[in-house]
């Protein structure tokens, strides 16, 4: 049972961070906000430490590409308040240029190999991060393997064409 | 870092011990991948003192099979099998909480009765995964006398498996709905008869090793951590609660109606190994109340429902496949994949038997996920593992591997 309701968390965060977020949808009442890189460290700051929230616990880091958007990718991340018993998502979308967010390492250590993690699938710089290197990935590989341009299977097989799937 | 630390150099990303100085006695020791002690792919390269590890890097990702690459091409019903090979020990969990990710995204509320079965299955597979884990502490500190008969009560575990699905460690077990048939009459004879004999069989154990002197000095104030760092690395499970933190997924975010049964979430104090093993054996005898109470409410509900009412992701009876025009055509949309699924973004945790195994899922309406991120426990509770074992002895930090209960197949995915 959530001890704080997802208008009081907006409302808290209001008190600090009036109009630099937006985008409140609560899909299945998982708060969900969207805001800037220049923002996210205050904010995930403001909601780590603050007395009333306290989402002490970083659950997750990831990223999700979208080819079509102008600002290629987002960066999503998972927050629980295990006092309140509370979840929020936020995410921020980086350029496909040169993305680069500052690195969430200085509040949680466990961000840390989620943050290597994003990096050595999508190439999202973390900047400040302590040791940016890839994890899962072998070492030479040159490219970001879950951007959506590095499709699954070799694109020029015929015999798996969606057309004769009726796609 | 102290100077002795930053001996070991990243050259082309790979950690290489330095060592210009011949007075000095610290060698590089390449603890893995395959090093039989650590139980699965895992390499660790420490600089040592004698028996003292100075500092260490892990290397991780010999077993990555791309698996949220893959989601991406595969329809919702064909990524079960791709959760089975997480965590291994328990994959029927993993299966479990894909299944609910899925109905969530569906909006399915399945009928009480498949609702209990999952949780003795998932409570099932909880106790298989501790068996492991506490049985492999028991190997790694110096008896096989409390694994082997904890290993009987695992194949039993196993077997009922097989009964329920036909395979036994990657069991692909239950379908997006409900399961692909009911538990028969052996099978739930089998959960009686386990939950009837494991009691003794686990009572046996913990009078082993649990006032067990040597077992005691070997463990005890091993591998302590505090709370405070534990939550600042994103520990979950029974490593988080052997710190003091109550954090259990089945308790905070009730799922498959663990809301109605009674029992009790068992937490350490100071987050050494013997806690763990302590946290670990308690949550047995938890699940096995579980069961107990799921198998009561089971005799409760309407004998023979084992599914949903799905027609368009859950699969029609054979009999009528043959015979029913409109069974053969949902058959054959739900086996190429041609269903679409909402455009939903959603987050979906379960509480596996090594933490908080979460589901990333975003859909854009089409047959297969945009895209799927696993949040495992494994990957999040190992990364600690270089930077406490700084200080320790070697044979210190093996048991801390053990009792961390790190699988190679979640760590990598």
């Known amino acids: 049972m959530a001890k704080l309701s997802n208008d009081s968390v907006i409302g808290r965060l209001n008190t600090r961070f009036e109009n ?14 969207e805001t800037g890189k220049e923002d996210i460290l205050d904010i995930l700051e403001f909601l780590k430490t603050d007395g009333e929230l306290q989402f002490n616990y970083l659950t997750d880091i990831t990223a999700v590409h979208y080819p079509d958007l102008p600002k290629e990718f987002a960066v999503v991340y998972h927050l629980h308040s295990l006092v309140n018993n509370v979840r929020i998502r936020i995410k921020v979308f980086l350029d496909g240029a040169y993305p680069a967010i500052p690195t969430a390492t200085v509040l949680w250590n466990g961000a840390n190999w ?19 290197r890839r994890i899962l990935n072998v070492d030479d590989m040159d490219v970001f393997p879950m951007r959506k341009e590095y499709p699954l299977e070799d694109p020029n097989r015929m015999d798996k064409g969606d057309y004769f799937f009726g796609r | 870092m102290s100077d002795a630390i930053s001996k070991i150099k990243l050259t082309d990303n790979r950690p290489i011990f330095i060592d210009n100085d011949p007075q000095d006695e610290l060698f590089t020791l390449n603890l ?11 390499q660790n390269v420490l600089q040592v003192d004698g028996e003292r590890i100075i500092s260490g890097v892990s290397t991780i990702g010999y077993i990555h099979r791309a698996f949220e690459k893959i989601a991406e091409r595969r329809a919702y019903y064909q990524i079960t099998t791709l959760t089975d090979r997480l965590n291994y020990c328990s994959s029927p969990i993993n299966n479990m909480g894909w299944h609910m990710t899925v109905e969530k995204l569906l909006d399915i509320e399945l009928p009480k009765r498949v609702q209990y079965m999952r949780v003795i299955i998932m409570e099932l597979s909880r106790i298989a995964d501790h068996i492991i884990c506490n049985g492999i502490l ?36 239950g379908r997006i709905g409900g399961f692909e048939r009911d538990f028969n009459e052996v099978a739930f004879a089998k959960i009686r008869e386990f939950v009837n004999e494991f009691p003794a069989v686990l009572k046996e154990f913990e009078a082993l090793l649990e006032r067990n002197r040597i077992f005691i000095d070997r463990t005890s104030g091993v591998a302590a ?6 939550l600042s690395y994103s520990w979950s499970g029974p490593i988080l609660r052997a710190t003091g933190v109550d954090y259990d997924v089945r308790a905070n975010e009730p799922y498959s109606s663990y809301e109605e049964f009674d029992f009790e979430v068992p937490v350490g104090t100071n987050g050494d190994v013997y806690d763990r093993f302590l946290v670990r054996n308690h949550e047995m005898w938890q699940s096995l109340r579980i069961i107990e109470q799921a198998l009561a409410k089971i005799e409760k ?11 368009d992701f859950y699969l029609p009876p054979k009999e009528q496949v043959f015979n029913n025009m409109e069974a053969l055509i949902y058959h054959f949309k739900i086996v190429m994949g041609e269903i679409d699924a909402p455009k939903k973004e959603l987050y979906h945790c379960v509480e596996g038997a090594n933490g908080e195994l979460g589901f990333y899922l975003i859909s854009d309406g089409g047959r297969s996920p945009y895209r799927l991120h696993f949040r495992r426990p494994s990957f999040i509770n190992y990364q600690m593992y270089a930077p406490m074992s700084s200080g320790m002895l070697l044979s210190d ?11 190679a197949g979640e760590l990598d995915a």
């Open chain 2, 397 to 407: 930090a093996i048991i801390n591997m053990s009792s961390l209960n790190i699988i």
């Open chain 2, 138 to 173: 028991g190997v790694d500190t110096g008896t096989f006398a409390g694994f082997i008969p904890m290993m009987v009560k695992r194949e039993f575990i196993y077997e009922i498996f097989e009964e329920i699905c036909g395979a036994r460690l990657t069991t692909n077990i």
């Open chain 2, 225 to 230: 951590v505090d709370a405070e760092t534990a």
């Open chain 2, 32 to 42: 893995g991948p395959t090093h039989p002690a650590t139980h699965g792919v895992f």
């Open chain 1, 114 to 132: 989620m943050e290597r993690e994003t990096y050595d699938f999508f190439g999202i710089q973390f900047v400040g991060h302590p040791d940016l």
């Open chain 2, 301 to 311: 509900e309407p004998k023979g429902v084992f599914h949903a009412d799905v027609p």
């Open chain 1, 20 to 33: 630099r977020f937006n985008q409140i949808e609560d899909p299945y009442g998982l708060l969900t906000i």
